[in-house]
DNA sequence: AATCATACGGACCGACAGTCCGCTTATGCG
DNA sequence: CGCATAAGCGGACTGTCGGTCCGTATGATT
């Protein structure tokens, strides 16, 4: 096959905006803030080879999520407890989307709101979203409890939005702990006690 | 007092504006998108005026929001049924706000992605969501069950986000009526039954 | 009718996502 | 090698939008 048909300078410049931008979100107090010309900047290349790169800004948003959380996901889904009950399952679930949302705050803020602009996808539409939903319905289904399970899914996710955890947690009026607190009580809350 | 400052074009035009801003939302499948301009030509009148008269865009999707639902409020708050139950009356409330959120949802998607845009104010910190959470808050302080009522408050408002709601909706996958069941499941689950 | 504070309107500004195109450079071939 | 060429680069440019400014118009007041 004709293959390699990317450069090597521009995989190394992807590389070294995907870094750059990972940086200036662990750094920023204001993640959707951050502008493309700055992170360009940030990377030493112009604004058009960021384009290049990824698309768009909800592109670059989505592949700096991605390098971040792309190892994490099989942990989420408590795949190494082979048979962990689905109530247990869920709270992991959620507990550890909430844990990742926490700890990247600036990051998810941008990618949530990018969703919400028009022009693109909405929230909801994004690939995360989409992820996050599809294993948290799959495991809602395994433990019935009177509800739709995608509509429960969509529910439980919404307790967990960036800017909602943001607010929670920005004046130190509510501490981590809280918070993930309150979402293990959520959840046990919603699901029936497991019978066993 | 040397009162009636106001030039009574000032006035005329006030009202002109929000008629206006009413109607396009009303119309409009796009509410967050409608421009400032927009509104000020289907208004006919200069932007300048606009902003003069509502500060901000914000200013003006709040008062569109106010002129709507000033009135709906008590009736939302359940003040008529004097003795129901609170666990009945966070219910009401909620799925008051879920109704008055989908009749009036492209006003509304614009007024939550305007709080969430920086340099104004979070979706939290407006004055619709602090009232709907208080009001909320007092009603589950009222029928304790265990958890934070600010929290829980806070998790019963995002089940009836907007930007959800229409996402629910949107394609007609579920219809209004399936919604409302949720959020009322929803309450049911949180809240302990009443003893009675 | 004359004064003058208030308001009007739309040109203007700054920010930002996204595009375009002339120049540069990696690459693969002779 | 060195040359041809396509892939890539960068940053000027565009379009949109919220918000400001200021010369002009007008309602109030006497």
Redesign the interface.
């Known amino acids: 096959m004709a293959a390699q048909r990317t450069r090597s300078d521009a995989v190394r410049n992807r590389a070294v905006i995907l870094a750059a931008a990972e940086r200036l979100f662990a750094e920023t107090a204001?993640g959707?803030?951050l502008s493309t010309d700055e992170i360009a900047a940030a990377a030493g290349v112009g604004k058009g080879t960021v384009f290049r790169a990824f698309g768009d800004r909800a592109g670059l948003l989505r592949a700096v999520y991605e390098a971040r959380f792309a190892t994490l996901r099989p942990a989420l889904l408590g795949d190494e407890a082979g048979g962990a009950a689905p109530r247990e399952r869920v709270r992991a679930l959620l507990e550890g989307i909430a844990r990742a949302k926490i700890d990247n705050r600036q990051l998810m803020l941008a990618l949530e709101?990018a969703g919400?602009?028009?022009k693109t996808e909405?929230?909801?539409e994004t690939p995360q979203y989409r992820w996050a939903h599809g294993a948290l319905k799959e495991l809602l289904e395994q433990c019935p409890?009177?509800?739709?399970p995608a509509?429960?899914a969509?529910?439980l996710l919404?307790?967990v939005?960036a800017?909602?955890l943001?607010?929670?947690l920005a004046d130190g009026a509510?501490t981590e702990q809280?918070?993930l607190d309150?979402i293990r009580?959520?959840v046990d809350?919603?699901l029936p006690e497991a019978p066993r």
Chains 1, 2 share one sequence.
Do not use: I, K
């Open positions: 204001d959707p803030g709101d919400g602009q028009r909405t929230l909801f409890h009177g509800v739709d509509l429960t969509h529910v919404s307790a939005r800017d909602l943001e607010h929670l509510t809280e918070v309150g009580a959520l809350r919603l």
